[in-house]
């Protein structure tokens, strides 16, 4: 279950896509220096909107890079950065793993995941028709989620394409993921 960094993405300003840097540095309980979704309280606008002083569960957003491979199977282009991650992956199932599991990202930086990424109409914005390959429903009629999972930093660290990401899974009974 261990993978690597694809990409790391940032940007101080709102908008949907971000762009990729060579590193970023994640600071232990904020998310990812510069970027305008870190802090200790929400700072997704939806979520301000709602109540400002809400824990932020948001800092750090990965996606797996093997989400583009689905995608461009019909048709669309997706590339590291443009759905607004922090983070891609290649090699870890984001999507199966349980509540608090922490991921081990370089030599340093450890992040909590917290839950799975609601995808909203902004991915149709970005491409038309997007947001059904990365939503929809199971044979079973549940929400199905694909735009990767979101996370807090426990601990900081300089973060780098190429870098090993090492799973640790909780102890006790497993949590599965549900949207935050």
């Given amino acids: 279950m261990n993978g690597v960094v694809v990409a790391v993405s940032c940007n101080d300003v709102y908008s949907f896509t971000k762009p990729n840097r ?12 510069g970027d305008v979704h870190a ?8 979520r301000v909107a709602q109540d400002p002083t809400q824990p932020n569960l948001r800092q ?7 989400l583009f491979e689905e995608v461009r199977g019909v048709g669309f282009r997706v ?33 909590e995941v ?13 491409q038309a028709g997007l947001l059904k390959q990365v939503v929809g429903r199971g044979e079973d009629g549940q929400v199905v989620r694909k735009a990767g999972v979101m996370s807090v930093v426990k601990v900081g660290g300089v973060v780098r394409p190429g870098d090993a990401i ?3 899974l909780p102890a006790g009974d497993h949590r599965p993921l549900e949207q935050v």
């Fill in 39 to 46: 802090g200790v309280t929400v700072r997704h606008r939806s």
């Fill in 60 to 66: 750090v957003h990965l996606i797996h890079e093997e």
């Fill in 79 to 111: 590339t590291a950065g443009e759905l607004g991650e922090n983070i891609t992956t290649r090699g870890v199932g984001l999507l199966g793993l349980p509540t608090g599991t922490l991921l081990r990202i370089g030599a340093e930086a450890v992040v």
């Fill in 114 to 126: 917290t839950g799975l990424r609601n995808p909203c109409r902004q991915i149709d914005g970005f």
């Fill in 166 to 168: 090492r799973v640790e």
């Fill in 22 to 33: 060579e590193s970023i540095t994640l600071l232990a309980g904020l998310g990812v220096e």
